[in-house]
């Protein structure tokens, strides 16, 4: 529904491609981007009859009820941990302070944590850069993360061609409430030179109108002073060309989840086993210590005596039978194998993985598992870049003072390798006699914890020790001399 409205708007703009077909595409890729945030949050398919669900005490009430043993997060989660940007350097010291400060009033340390994960659990996602103004009237560059879209709400970008990076255009899509929750559909189109937005009239409206309720045009212009386009202000961050940490899990999440129903089951079966009793009745509720009476009745139902013949034939028609049992060593061992599978394709090193992985094999997946870790940086370090050059035009154009001009950024990465602090310390002090002072303490930053403000604090008071040095020597110095003078 939500994708056939936003055809009417960008139809105009599709080069001779066919809409129809592009929105098929997407709406398939929101189909997964949806199944991986599911997956990630625990929500798995379960796959499961209805005898099944009653066997496991499962409800049909929602997901809660669901049991699973996921992974998912883990493979996310370990590849985010190495992903930390600590700065933009531009080619000279106050282009650099400029985007110091551009990182510290978004806060970037946490914003960027966000875009990350969704990236790496989505396959891409967007940052929105966009002016802010403050309620003193002042204004200021903004980064906003936006996720892709998941056939609900997200961005959906649309590129020239495949190998571009820069979106042609791309839509924010949204769902805002006015006589019911969720009955209306938002729509921005985010051009290099403008933005369009659109509102649908209703829960069964068939296309978009433009948006002006809140008293601000339908289209505002986005350009420099001189008229020269901003350029589109949705940044894109991918993983992998677009694909999902987690698409080649997803099959293997499913396996395993079976194979824990399979073992819950077993494990029931054998300690509670299913036993078939021919010839009586088996009492209701069975107790440790009862006494089982079973006895002849006459025709009323009262007790009588039975006679030796009865006796006789009534206990040889009695047989008591127990149905076979299950053994689980075999689902622990594919579960062990399902798990390490997981961690095998994902090149995903941890202590979850499965006990019979090897020295070598782990410290393999450690290579492997920087070797995209470092891919991801090179990558999405240019979306950084392109981020931050896209505030600097943004403040040029809206700003209340002129960002300071630079041919150059550079996105600075922490290390993904984890070390041991004492090797980082010795490291350290190996180097120490042949750099600089900053040099050493980002080097052992790490240690300590150190952020760059930590670090520039420290160099600012061995520079105050170094100065308070210098003028007691000089004090020192003119005091000799002047004492000397006075016994001449």
């Given at each position: 529904?939500?994708?056939?409205?936003?055809?009417?708007?960008?139809?105009?703009?599709?080069?001779?491609?066919?809409?129809?077909?592009?929105?098929?595409?997407?709406?398939m890729t929101a189909e997964k981007v949806k199944l991986f945030r599911d997956y990630v949050d625990g929500d798995h398919?379960?796959?499961?009859?209805?005898?099944?669900?009653?066997?496991?005490?499962?409800?049909?009430?929602?997901?809660?009820?669901?049991?699973?043993?996921?992974?998912?997060?883990?493979?996310?989660?370990?590849?985010?941990?190495?992903l930390k940007l600590e700065r933009i350097e531009a080619d000279n010291d106050a282009a650099t302070a400029w985007a110091a400060e551009i990182f510290k009033q978004n806060?970037?340390?946490?914003?960027?944590?966000?875009?990350h994960a969704a990236t790496v659990r989505d396959g891409r996602s967007f940052v929105l850069v966009d002016m802010l103004e403050l309620p003193d009237g002042s204004r200021?560059?903004?980064?906003?993360?936006?996720?892709?879209?998941?056939?609900?709400?997200?961005?959906?970008?649309?590129?020239?061609?495949d190998a571009d990076r820069t979106p042609l255009f791309a839509l924010k899509i949204w769902r805002m409430s006015r006589k019911e929750v969720g009955d209306t559909v938002r729509v921005n189109v985010y051009h290099d030179d403008r933005i369009e937005r659109y509102i649908s009239e209703g829960e069964h409206a068939s296309s978009l109108v433009p948006y002006e309720d809140d008293g601000v045009p339908a289209v505002i212009p986005?350009?420099?002073?001189?008229?020269?386009?901003?350029?589109?202000?949705?940044?894109?961050?991918?993983?992998?060309?677009?694909?999902?940490?987690?698409?080649?899990?997803?099959?293997?999440q499913d396996a395993l989840n079976?194979?824990?129903?399979?073992?819950?089951?077993?494990?029931?079966?054998?300690a509670f086993a299913i036993r078939v009793l021919i010839g009586n009745k088996a009492p209701e509720a069975l107790t440790p210590g009862m006494i089982l009476s079973y006895y002849a009745q006459d025709a009323d139902g009262n007790p009588t005596a039975p006679n030796n013949e009865f006796v006789m034939n009534w206990l040889q028609s009695i047989r008591l039978e127990q149905w076979e049992q299950g053994d689980i060593v075999p689902y622990i061992e594919q579960a062990r194998y399902l798990k390490d599978e997981i961690f095998e394709i994902t090149n995903t090193p941890t202590a979850a993985a499965a006990d019979n992985s090897s020295g070598e094999s782990l410290?393999?997946?450690?290579?492997?598992?920087?070797?995209?870790?470092?891919?991801?940086?090179?990558?999405?370090?240019?979306?950084?870049?392109?981020?931050?050059?896209?505030?600097?035009?943004?403040?040029?154009?809206?700003?209340?003072?002129?960002?300071?001009?630079?041919?150059?950024?550079?996105?600075?990465?922490?290390?993904?390798?984890?070390?041991?602090?004492?090797?980082i310390v010795e490291l350290a002090n190996a180097v120490k006699d042949q750099v600089d002072l900053r040099t050493y303490l980002e080097i052992i930053a790490?240690?300590?914890?150190?952020?760059?403000?930590?670090?520039?604090?420290?160099?600012?008071?061995?520079?105050?020790?170094?100065?308070?040095?210098?003028?007691?020597?000089?004090?020192?110095?003119?005091?000799?001399?002047?004492?000397?003078?006075?016994?001449?």
């Open positions: 529904m939500t994708l056939t409205l936003i055809k009417s708007a960008i139809a105009p703009f599709m080069r001779g491609m066919s809409a129809d077909a592009w929105l098929e595409n997407e709406r398919r379960a796959n499961l009859t209805p005898e099944m669900r009653r066997m496991l005490r499962i409800s049909n009430n929602g997901s809660l009820n669901e049991f699973n043993d996921n992974y998912c997060p883990i493979i996310i989660d370990t590849m985010v941990d190495r806060r970037l340390d946490a914003l960027q944590t966000e875009v200021r560059v903004r980064f906003s993360h936006e996720p892709a879209f998941d056939g609900t709400y997200g961005v959906i970008p649309f590129y020239a061609t986005w350009t420099l002073p001189n008229g020269e386009p901003l350029g589109v202000p949705i940044v894109t961050f991918l993983n992998r060309d677009g694909i999902s940490e987690i698409e080649s899990v997803v099959p293997l079976r194979t824990l129903y399979s073992m819950v089951m077993t494990a029931e079966l054998t410290k393999q997946r450690e290579v492997k598992l920087l070797g995209k870790v470092q891919r991801f940086q090179v990558r999405n370090g240019n979306s950084w870049e392109d981020a931050f050059a896209l505030a600097h035009r943004v403040q040029q154009a809206y700003g209340a003072a002129m960002p300071p001009a630079f041919n150059e950024l550079v996105a600075k990465w922490k290390d993904a390798q984890v070390r041991n602090k004492k090797e790490e240690v300590f914890d150190w952020s760059a403000e930590k670090i520039d604090k420290i160099m600012a008071e061995k520079e105050r020790e170094r100065q308070q040095e210098i003028r007691e020597s000089v004090r020192g110095a003119f005091g000799e001399a002047f004492s000397r003078r006075l016994a001449a």
